[in-house]
């Protein structure tokens, strides 16, 4: 039988069939995905084939093989630092919810994300969240980094999840396709989904006041079929993101105003750094690209690992 892996629980995959039967599932012994060590080897999003087997009186599936993914999001594993973890796969888009404060999204956060997904070719959103809690001058904030991500060429919505402001724009962008929400714990990834769809009534949590960071409500990686023909992945909330296999070279081109400049630099393998004639370093100095994009590009590049409680400068 074929289907799509709707949940994983680490050791159980609710997997939805052809014909539109859920069944839980697991893994044939030892499972190993071609070249990537991964903590998960099957993911939300997948297309797997299972087989049923009745043990007493249950019927479960064994998943035997995983098709071949289009995509995927991947990340550095939490606790084991030479293993990774696929939050999702075959995404058509992804939307990044982003808070100024409660909790604190940094710049460095939504580049090492942006980049992560320039490279496996998924388009992302920027969801500006709980835009009715701002002072003024954090709405100056919203409205920089608006400027500064729609200029490179990201959509970019202000949105009160809360309050339901601008969930229409979300939800016309999710249209026939299969989306996946991610941002920090509190970001309200899991208020969308129910702005959304109010009958599925997702968890929530008030963000904790003594750290100011989101508490997780969202457990495992969890796809929905929404009423408006829409597929969406909730994911639990991330702290850090760190980027996979990537060779510094590369990295830049995954900046899309860096990788527009890159053929007028003198040296064809420039690193933007210390060479000579560098177009970026030319920009950068000009004004014409953004110093926390450059910042986020250079801690990449020398492989310092992403902190999302920085202090910012």
């Known amino acids: 039988m074929n289907g799509t892996v709707y949940k994983s629980t680490g050791s159980w995959y609710t997997v939805k069939s052809k014909d539109g039967e859920f069944y839980e599932c697991r893994i044939k012994g030892k499972f190993r995905t071609k070249g990537i060590k991964s ?17 007493g009186d249950e019927t479960v ?57 320039e490279a496996y070719d998924i388009p992302v959103v920027l969801l500006f969240n709980k835009m009715d809690t701002y ?22 919505i202000r949105l009160e999840a809360k309050t339901g402001k601008n969930v229409d724009k979300v939800k016309e962008l999710m249209l026939g396709k299969t ?6 714990s ?3 990834k899991s208020t969308l ?4 769809e109010p009958g599925l009534q997702l968890k929530t949590a008030e963000i904790s006041e ?4 989101g508490q997780h409500t969202t457990t495992f990686a969890e796809m929905y079929d929404l009423s408006f023909d829409a597929q969406i992945i909730d994911t639990p909330g991330i702290k850090g ?11 830049g081109d995954y900046f899309p105003e860096f990788f527009e400049l890159k053929s007028q630099c003198k040296f064809n393998n420039c690193l933007h750094l210390d060479e000579p004639k560098c177009a970026v370093k030319e920009a950068l100095e000009n004004g014409e690209v953004a110093w926390s994009r450059y910042r986020s590009y250079v801690q990449m590049l020398t492989g310092e690992e992403d902190n999302p409680y920085r202090e910012r400068s």
């Open 61 to 117: 599936g064994v998943i035997s093989e995983i098709g071949e993914r289009k995509n995927y999001i991947i990340r550095k594993s939490v606790k084991l630092s030479k293993q990774t973890h696929i939050i999702a796969s075959n995404l058509d888009q992804v939307f990044l919810l982003v808070t100024l404060n409660n909790p604190m999204t940094f710049t460095s956060f939504i580049d090492r994300f942006l980049v992560t997904a």
């Open 210 to 213: 003594q750290h100011l960071q």
């Open 193 to 196: 989904v129910n702005a959304l």
């Open 241 to 251: 993101f760190g980027i996979v296999d990537m060779d510094k070279e590369e990295i």
């Open 186 to 188: 509190g970001v309200g």
């Open 39 to 55: 903590t998960n080897p099957v993911a939300v999003g997948d297309h797997v084939e299972f087989d049923l087997e009745t043990i």
């Open 179 to 184: 989306s996946m929400f991610a941002g920090h």
């Open 135 to 156: 002072t003024d001058a954090e709405q100056e904030e919203v409205a920089y980094l608006v400027d500064l991500y729609s200029h490179i060429g990201y959509t970019c």
